[in-house]
């Protein structure tokens, strides 16, 4: 018995390849572009440029690819666990049986993705030790240069020129940039490197760097918040000062930065110090130092008055010491002849007691005696002249070491005024007055051309004299 024939079927056989084709064409002309809102995963950039990865929500995943062009300008770098919302083309892929969307735009899902993602990336860069306090450098007191990263058309800019041409003029370098959007957070980062790189010669280098945008939308902000711009100003070797938005807009190079500012005009109040209170404070300081000195010279003075006082006059020490020497000149003159006739009449009064024999042995042993006597008395004498002399001489000396003469040799001089009035400071040496500078070998006459400051001007001291001492000369 034969066996009966195989059905038949009428359907038409394909290839792999045709079905393949066949289902692309059927999803792409059947969804075309679509809008999916999911959370990243796995995220892989090939070397290529293109970005892989996978969108998922909790019931079902997506893959989903970036070419290398768009990557670029979709302005969202995708990073695992971000919540997105992605505009593209659906598509299969042959090659793996698997269907994917090409994105074309890709935004963050709602301020609350944002968020999120910022403060993963802060507690990042913060285990790194980029916000850590030790790192961050003081500021420059009064800077010459002050380097400026901001866009070079907006308000910002004026109004840091502004306040800094207010405060304390001094020269200021932009370096423009764009401060959202994309490629902004490139620019940024390289304008603060490029600013660390300077070498001083054909440009300046800053001394204070300050970076700054006005106020905006937490996505308006967001190019502050990338890491390369966080990055960059931790890395930066001249202090940076961060004025971006407002005072309650918070940014990660706000933490990155050595110093926040909370609006731009403020960064360039802590840039720069007032110009006026600077000048203030040095004419007090000037004020109190002269104040000082002054006093100082006073007290010197005062102190030289009260010594120069206890330094006995000069006539009085040479009239006592003439005294003195006159009386021992006149003892010395009649204290021979006084001897003399004292012994003169104990011989009388000898001789008329005894016989001539023994009057004449007691004139021989006076004579003796006499000759004796006369000997040591005008030794006596002699020494006595010349203890004088020696106390005279050391008196003299004494007397020349604080003479005022000696000071002149020494290559001093003495100024007075024409009534002869010492002058003892600038206050009362007016321009136009006529002065005697007296040297060790004379005097000469000298007219003031430039008279002191007005702030050294003072009334002129009234001479003191109390009539109980002379001058020294």
Known sequence: MSEAPSPTHNLPSQTVSELSA???????????????????????????????????????VIDGILWRGTLAKVGVRPEEGMEVVVTGKLTTYPGRSSYQIVIDTMELAGEGALLKLLEERRRKLAAEGLFDEGRK????????????????????????????????????????VRVQGEGAADEIAAAIT??????????????????ARGGGSLEDLWAFNEEVVVRAAAASRIPLISAVGHETDW?????ASDRRAPTPTAAAEIAVPVRLDLIASLHERHGRLFQAVSRLLEEGRIHLQGLVRGIPRLDMIVAQKTQDLDALSERLAVGPTHFLRVLGQTLVSTVSRLNL?????????????????ATRLGGGARRAVADADARLDALWARLQS???????????????????????????????????????????????????????????????????????L
């Open 22 to 60: 066949a289902l692309k064409r059927t999803v792409e002309d059947a969804y075309g572009y679509v809008r999916v809102r999911g959370e990243i995963s796995q995220p892989k950039v090939a070397a290529s440029g293109h970005c892989y990865l996978r969108l998922k929500d909790e019931n079902a």
């Open 137 to 176: 450098k003081p500021l420059p007191f009064l800077p010459q240069v002050i380097g400026v990263v901001t866009s070079p058309t907006g308000a910002v800019i004026r109004d840091i020129l502004h306040r800094i041409k207010d405060r304390c003029p001094c020269r200021v370098i932009i370096w423009p």
């Open 194 to 211: 490029g600013f660390n790189g300077l070498d001083g010669e054909a440009v300046p280098r800053p001394d204070v760097i300050i970076v």
């Open 251 to 255: 940014t990660l190079i706000d933490h």
């Open 357 to 373: 024999d023994r009057f004449v042995r007691d004139i021989e042993r006076h004579g003796r005696d006499l000759d004796v006597a």
């Open 402 to 472: 604080v003479s005022p003469k000696k000071v002149l040799e020494r290559g001093y001089a003495i100024i007075s005024d024409a009534a002869g009035v010492p002058v003892s400071g600038v206050a009362l040496a007016p321009a136009g007055a006529h002065l005697t500078v007296e040297f060790a070998d004379g005097k000469v006459g000298v007219q003031v051309t430039n008279g002191p400051p007005a702030a050294l001007k003072r009334t002129k001291p009234a001479r003191k004299d109390d009539g109980n001492q002379g001058t020294l």
